[in-house]
């Protein structure tokens, strides 16, 4: 079975600084991958050089297609929705405007009000703050609202960046349990960055740990997290 996403020899680079080598990456759909690692070591440029947002050198396919030469749009129209570190939020808009935003590409309007409908049943706290402008919301009701405006794309990819950053626990464990809804409810295929490693691994399948940007371990979530070189240094224990 082909993969949904592929990345092979994957190469990036800000300006002349390269920050990703020879990165080979596969995810197959219906899955949860994480990518590990430290502040520096290449995560979130593995999101952003998935969606064209820095220079890349080699091969990204999903489903078979290669899109490494695609803009940003097009890939999103294949089904790729990012939620990026900082989320995103459009802070002087309201909560349903964020929503309506998150369907950009959408044409049907009367799926685009039901799905609207069926964020506020997964996000309880955003349908109180339907009208209340998105900057005034906590940092974990923002990572709601960005989680929640990627899922109106109705996306087959779900690219998540360190969407516990500034979120507080009990919040952080709201969010996982949603995100677990939605990929066991909806097959929403999941590419999670996530600096807490602990959590990442317990709701990955598979797992990547990257170092000054390159891949130096990979597999099954549990086998990684058994190595002791990843539990010395990113599990503590």
Partial sequence: MTPLLEIRRLDAFYGRTQALFGLDIDLDAGSVTT???????GKTTTLRAL????????????????????????????GVAQVP?????????S?????????????DKADIRLDMERMYDRFPR???????????????????????????????????DEPSFGVAPLMVAEIFDV??????????SILLVEQDAALALEFADRAYLLETGRVVM???????AASEAVRRSYLGY
């Fill in 51 to 78: 969606c064209r947002a820095v220079r890349t050198r080699g091969e990204i396919r999903i489903d078979g297609k290669a899109v490494h030469n695609l803009a940003t749009e097009s890939i999103v129209r294949m």
């Fill in 95 to 107: 909560v349903e405007d964020n929503l309506r935003l998150g369907a950009y590409t959408r044409r």
């Fill in 179 to 188: 995100l677990g809804r939605i990929h066991q409810e909806d097959r929403v």
């Fill in 85 to 93: 570190d900082g989320r995103g939020t459009f802070t002087q808009l």
């Fill in 218 to 224: 990979s597999g099954d979530a549990k086998t990684v």
């Fill in 35 to 41: 990518i590990l690692g430290a502040n520096g070591a």
């Fill in 126 to 160: 955003l349908k109180e703050r339907r009208l209340q402008q998105a900057g005034t919301l906590s940092g974990g009701e923002q990572q709601m609202l960005a989680i929640a405006r990627a899922l109106m794309l109705r996306p087959r990819l779900l690219l998540l």
